[in-house]
T-cell receptor
Framework: GAVVSQHPSWVICKSGTSVKIECRSL??????MFWYRQFPKQSLMLMAT?????????EQGVEKDKFLINHASLTLSTLTVTSAHPEDSSFYIC???????????????FGDGTRLSIL | DAKTTQPNSMESNEEEPVHLPCNHS???????IHWYRQLPSQGPEYVIH???SNVNNRMASLAIAEDRKSSTLILHRATLRDAAVYYC?????????????FGTGTRLTIIP
């Protein structure tokens, strides 16, 4: 089945550090990837939609200068949390949809998430 | 945003069928109904999705009401591995580029 890989799976770093999270679709091409954030005991919140070769579309309230998204190829999207602070500590999850075909046949495939802890 | 309503939690005995309900009274004609589940400390896993007709796959069945205002995810024989948070979501947006808006989901507990 379709596999989405996220790296790293967890990271601990000091306040003020920038952290990059990678999301790769391993066996399919994805023109669209999505980035979510999940706080403890809460549901997933969509942060942005990442489109290959163009600028990401951010959800309301998400700072695009703080959460930089790059989707340089059909198999890789990156999320960089710039100058991270303790309130950015969360579980970040990406998903990807296989390129082509109709939506009715293409579910989203999620990575296993990255747990970010800012000290 | 198209919204769904699910019970916060449910319990079921192992090896018995489970019926997880979802209400989506404001669904539009082009919204697909998606079900995902999430185990602790993992990303969500796709379960099933459909538009109007009932759907079956190796994981579950999806029963969609005739008016599409509700649906039920059916796990035919629950195992301990099925314990998870189940999300019922309406896919909305441009065809082929739908984003998913997660609600609070139903936490399913399986009793051995």
């Amino acid at each position: 089945g379709a596999v989405v890989s996220q790296h790293p799976s967890w990271v601990i770093c000091k306040s003020g550090t920038s952290v990059k999270i990678e999301c790769r679709s391993l066996d399919f091409q994805a023109t669209t990837m999505f980035w979510y954030r999940q706080f403890p005991k809460q549901s997933l919140m969509l942060m942005a939609t990442s489109n290959e070769g163009s600028k990401a579309t951010y959800e309301q309230g998400v700072e695009k200068d703080k959460f930089l998204i790059n989707h340089a190829s059909l198999t890789l999207s990156t999320l960089t949390v710039t100058s991270a602070h303790p309130e950015d500590s969360s579980f970040y999850i990406c998903s990807a949809k296989r390129q082509g075909g109709s939506w009715s046949n293409q579910p989203q495939h999620f990575g296993d998430g990255t747990r970010l802890s800012i000290l | 945003d198209a919204k769904t309503t699910q019970p916060n939690s449910m319990e079921s005995n192992e090896e018995e069928p489970v019926h997880l309900p979802c209400n989506h009274s404001t669904i539009s004609g082009t919204d697909y109904i998606h079900w995902y589940r999430q185990l602790p400390s993992q990303g969500p896993e796709y379960v099933i999705h459909g538009l109007t007709s009932n759907v079956n796959n190796r994981m579950a069945s999806l029963a969609i009401a005739e008016d599409r205002k509700s649906s039920t995810l059916i796990l035919h024989r629950a195992t301990l591995r099925d314990a998870a948070v189940y999300y019922c979501i309406l896919g909305e947006g441009n065809f082929g580029n739908e984003k998913l808006t997660f609600g609070t989901g139903t936490r399913l507990t399986i009793i051995p």
